[in-house]
T-cell receptor, first 114, second 111 residues
Framework: DAGITQSPRHKVTETGTPVTLRCHQT?????MYWYRQDPGHGLRLIHY???????DKGEVSDGYSVSRSKTEDFLLTLESATSSQTSVYFC?????????????FGDGTRLSIL | QKEVEQNSGPLSVPEGAIASLNCTYS??????FFWYRQYSGKSPELIMF????GDKEDGRFTAQLNKASQYVSLLIRDSQPSDSATYLC???????????FGTGTRLKVLA
């Protein structure tokens, strides 16, 4: 199994609070991704990273920011959480996106915004 | 038109039968195709990937790719109740680092 650890695994918080989710990998893969998964929508890309300090937006990036200061860690921050951000968040890694290597997923974080 | 489309199901098959899951995609430039299995409450798990037209077999699983018709399918032979899950199709978006996922097909294998 790919060495991907997401933390926390579960979190309940209140509207308006900042939240940071962490993805840690031990595979030394260059590409890292944050997705959210909601019923009826499937997996939607929030942000991704193609190297240290190199990040870009996905399809549903509003209200989210990311940072990657070292290869192994990719952080997702909800600056002011809203109830619409209640979801399951998955981190994924890929050895090489341009040569079309598959992604591997972490176990997910279940986030509830009350 | 969605970039990657799957029938949401559920697709119900009896134990021991062949389950056939289909996926269509819109971008003719896509070159990489992936099938993931996701059990309820769990993360997606890679089953197979295929890059070339034709069939690729791995145990009970066969991926089929037809680029001319823009579809990719997954066949599961000798289906088992443990195969009951949601199957996600993913396709690379050309000239980007991105992968696009379908919403998944729920498979139920009846004992």
């Amino acid at each position: 199994d790919a060495g991907i650890t997401q933390s926390p695994r579960h979190k309940v918080t209140e509207t308006g609070t900042p939240v940071t989710l962490r993805c840690h990998q031990t595979e030394n893969h260059r590409y890292m991704y944050w997705y959210r998964q909601d019923p009826g929508h499937g997996l939607r890309l929030i942000h991704y990273s193609y190297g240290v300090k190199d990040t870009d937006k996905g399809e549903v990036s509003d209200g989210y920011s990311v940072s990657r200061s070292k290869t192994e860690d990719f952080l997702l921050t909800l600056e002011s959480a809203t109830s619409s951000q209640t979801s399951v968040y998955f981190c994924a890694i890929s050895e090489s996106a341009y040569s079309n290597q598959p992604q591997h997923f972490g176990d997910g974080t279940r986030l509830s915004i009350l | 038109q969605k970039e990657v489309e799957q029938n949401s199901g559920p697709l119900s098959v009896p134990e021991g039968a062949i389950a056939s899951l289909n996926c269509t995609y819109s971008d003719r430039g896509s070159q990489s195709f992936f099938w993931y299995r996701q059990y309820s409450g769990k993360s997606p798990e890679l089953i197979m990937f295929i890059y070339s037209n034709g069939d690729k077999e791995d145990g009970r699983f066969t991926a089929q790719l037809n680029k001319a018709s823009q579809y990719v399918s997954l066949l599961i032979r000798d289906s088992q109740p443990s195969d009951s899950a949601t199957y996600l199709c993913a396709v690379n978006r050309p000239r980007t680092y991105k992968y696009i996922f379908g919403t998944g097909t729920r498979l139920k294998v009846l004992a």
